[in-house]
């Protein structure tokens, strides 16, 4: 079945229409709520990561810190896992460009002019005009680097999405019902091969996310890939057990498919 990811401009109606959607399509609503609860399982500094970090644009030190890195990969893992589940709609942080190329992801944006969201902020948030548009500029400033930052696109190019919404010219039972036909539509691209892939990105991310989380494990560069036919490990190791305990741990992951270890020592 199909997935839907929502980027959003700041009160441009992402968390309404995304619940009216689920609601009449039966679909799972995956937002702020969610991963956060998916960091508090993860631990106390992951849950503290997520309130410091969650779509916004991280400082140099961030940038280059480990954890920060476990982070992204953490929440990357969990995008893709809700995709696994199908029948979900994904709320921003990169959504859209973590599973641009899995077939059945239908990648959609919502704007809406300034001085409509202006009014939305004043009305919801019971501040001033000049304050409600502070705020728009910092949310918006927020994931347009969290994008350009982990994933090097331009959060505002329209190409990168599949449609895309003015929430101020369009009602939001409309854009719904486009919605709902397109995700009809986008269940026959559900293919076996279509669900490989995004199972075969989804056991990588995990293995990405374990490593990278496991302080024990200091490597200047790593990365897990799909191939379409195995998941390969590669990057910098500092010695053969670190290379071998990965590779342990990536198998352990990685179910029925087989793991390639193609990392190499630190010289």
């Known amino acids: 079945m199909a997935v839907l990811t929502i980027s959003r401009e700041f009160e441009s109606g992402g968390y309404e229409i995304g619940s009216a959607l689920s609601e009449q399509m039966h679909y799972q609503y995956v937002g702020k709520k969610s991963f956060l609860e998916d960091m508090k399982k993860a631990g106390e500094r992951w849950e503290q990561l997520f309130y410091d970090l969650d779509e916004s644009v991280?400082?140099?030190?961030?940038?280059?810190?480990?954890?920060?890195?476990g982070f992204i990969s953490l929440m990357e893992s969990r995008i893709?896992?809700?995709?696994?589940?199908?029948?979900?709609?994904?709320?921003?942080?990169g959504g859209n460009f973590l599973l641009q190329d899995i077939p059945h992801v239908l990648k959609i944006r919502l704007t809406a002019l300034p001085e409509k969201r202006v009014e939305q902020v004043m009305m919801k948030e019971?501040?001033?005009?000049?304050?409600?548009?502070?705020?728009?500029?910092?949310?918006?400033?927020?994931?347009?680097?969290?994008?350009?930052?982990?994933?090097?696109?331009?959060?505002?190019?329209f190409k990168c999405y599949d449609?895309?919404?003015?929430t101020?010219?369009?009602?939001?039972?409309?854009?719904?019902?486009?919605?709902?036909?397109?995700?009809?539509?986008?269940?026959?691209?559900?293919?076996?091969?279509a669900k490989d892939l995004l199972l075969g990105r989804a056991l990588a991310a995990r293995i990405k996310a374990i490593v990278a989380m496991d302080q024990r494990l200091l490597i200047p560069t790593?990365?897990?890939?799909?191939?379409?036919?195995?998941i390969a490990l590669r990057g910098i190791v500092r010695n053969?057990?670190?290379?071998?305990?990965?590779?342990?741990?990536a198998c352990n992951i990685a179910e029925a498919k087989p793991v390639r270890n193609e990392l190499r020592l630190r010289k």
């Open 58 to 69: 991280p400082s140099l030190w961030e940038k280059h810190d480990r954890e920060y890195s």
């Open 80 to 93: 893709y896992d809700n995709a696994l589940k199908d029948r979900v709609i994904i709320i921003g942080r």
């Open 126 to 157: 019971y501040v001033d005009r000049k304050t409600a548009e502070w705020l728009i500029e910092k949310v918006d400033r927020g994931r347009a680097g969290y994008v350009k930052t982990n994933y090097h696109k331009n959060w505002y190019d």
């Open 163 to 166: 449609m895309v919404f003015n």
């Open 168 to 193: 101020g010219s369009q009602s939001h039972e409309e854009i719904v019902k486009i919605l709902a036909n397109a995700l009809s539509e986008r269940d026959t691209h559900a293919t076996p091969y």
């Open 222 to 230: 790593f990365e897990v890939l799909y191939d379409g036919k195995a």
């Open 240 to 249: 053969l057990n670190d290379s071998r305990r990965i590779e342990e741990m």
